[in-house]
């Protein structure tokens, strides 16, 4: 009777065979977290770009603010002593006092957000006190407003409402400013100007500066 000897290889066969699945299931596995890496990574990239282009935008803000606060104090310099009485006097408190209605809005006293509050909560009180000056939204989708405030504690004359200044003093004689002689100068008023940008992939930043007028 012949005997046919039993082949040694099947089993081999079936080991390999599980080894390169487990390789295929591994290369697959890894080739889906390169893919979230990267969708990760160009997600971060476009968030960052957009809080970048918000910062930007601001820009728009701040200079509108700065260009009507210039506007209205050019029109409400003080008179010159030897100006007739009540010339001027309708435009020389426009600043003075706060503006809630019409197309700009201005607040002549500070107000700052409670305690623990952040800016994008007091935002709203600012709203509902109708001190925002709202733009339209930019071609990139970007809404810029933003609120001009006087940094004084109440409202009138920025001498009696104690509003934070720059020393500045006009010398009669000579060029040292601790000349005796020197004449005390109207020094200039602060103002702070907070923009809020709000813009895609649901990107906000605010932005703040403080100019002497």
């Not at 977290?33 to 990239?45: D, E, K, P, Y």
């Not at 001027?88 to 197309?103: C, F, V």
């Not at 103002?191 to 403080?210: C, E, H, L």
């Amino acid at each position: 009777m012949k005997q046919h000897p039993r082949p040694l290889h099947r089993p081999q066969r079936g080991l390999v065979l599980v080894l390169a699945l487990i390789v295929l299931v591994a290369l697959s596995l890894a080739a889906v977290g390169m893919m979230r890496g990267v969708f990760g990574s160009n997600r971060v990239a476009g968030n960052l770009a957009a809080q970048q282009a918000t910062v930007q935008a601001g820009d728009i803000g701040i200079a509108r603010a700065i260009a009507w606060l210039e506007q209205q104090a050019a029109a409400t310099a003080p008179l010159p002593a030897s100006a007739a009485s009540g010339a001027k006097a309708d435009k020389l408190n426009s600043l003075y006092n706060s503006i809630t209605q019409g197309a700009m809005r201005y607040s002549a006293t500070r107000t700052e957000p409670g305690a623990g509050q952040s800016w994008a909560a007091f935002w709203g009180t600012l709203q509902t006190a109708g001190l925002v000056n709202n733009i339209a939204a930019d071609a990139n989708g970007n809404q810029v407003s933003y609120v001009i405030q006087r940094l004084c504690s109440a409202t009138g004359d920025p001498v009696a409402a104690r509003c934070e200044a720059s020393p500045s003093q006009a010398s009669g004689q000579g060029n040292s400013v601790s000349n005796t002689a020197g004449i005390a100068a109207l020094s200039q008023t602060y103002y702070r100007i907070t923009v809020r940008v709000q813009g895609p992939r649901n990107a906000t930043s605010f932005i703040q500066a403080v100019v002497a007028i």
